[in-house]
């Protein structure tokens, strides 16, 4: 889905950031802290969406996962260089819990959300083989 341009206003954008997730190691599965790449410690290397934005016009409209997606893209290729198993993003408000649920996201604590680099992978795989079908 393209925006259309418009002259000095940004319409969407995103942010990343490297971080270190805390988890409470104790309630995760031996399994979970595998795949999310926990340390004895409870800590994991993550990519952190920092900032992510799109002009009020087009809430609503499927921008908002486009958005993520290029994100997420971004993470993943950034993974490549880096030892993370996290994406992790910070909802800036409750109203948003139900936008990053619906993306993949987990709920780690709070407003701050976790997507393992696998998740993602599939997810971007699955969208592109659904846009190469359409």
Known sequence: MALPRRSRQNLRF??????????????LSN??????GIDERGFAPAILIA????????????????????????????????????????ALKEELVCFYTKEGFIRLNGLRFVLTMRAAQKRLAS???SRQGE
């Open 51 to 90: 900032k992510l934005g799109l002009h009020h016009e087009y809430h609503g409209k499927g921008h908002g996962s486009d958005l993520i997606d290029a994100a997420l893209n971004k993470c993943v290729e950034t993974a490549q260089g880096a030892a993370c198993l996290l994406i992790v993003v910070d």
């Open 31 to 36: 399994t979970q802290r595998k795949r999310w």
């Open 127 to 129: 969208r592109t083989n």
């Open 14 to 27: 995103f942010s990343l950031a490297m971080s270190i997730v805390t988890a409470p190691y104790e309630k």
